[in-house]
């Protein structure tokens, strides 16, 4: 039996996430915009709660530290 790592990846808390108060003008997601693989988009357009490939999601951070609303969070799974 081999043990298998575990994989984690940012994961988005929509009841907190709004791109509209963290940038008032232009609706950016702060996140989105530090993710250095781009891998967090707001797809849906500006002042929209970004999407997390999760599946691509390196685990760096960046988007987690970037957020002023705290709604980025690490998720793990085994």
Do not use: N
Not at 12 to 22: A, I, L, M, N
Not at 49 to 58: A, E, L
Request: hydrophobic content about 35%; charged content about 25%; overall charge negative.
């Amino acid at each position: 039996m081999s043990l298998q790592s575990k994989k984690s990846f940012a994961m988005v808390d929509y009841e907190k996430c709004s791109p509209g108060q963290c940038d008032p003008e232009e609706g950016r997601c702060a996140s989105a915009y530090a993710c250095p693989y781009k891998v967090m988009k707001q797809i849906d357009g500006t002042f929209e709660p970004p999407m997390v490939f999760q599946d691509m999601c390196m685990g760096c951070w960046d988007c987690m530290e970037a957020c002023p609303l705290d709604a980025v969070h690490i998720m793990e799974i085994t």
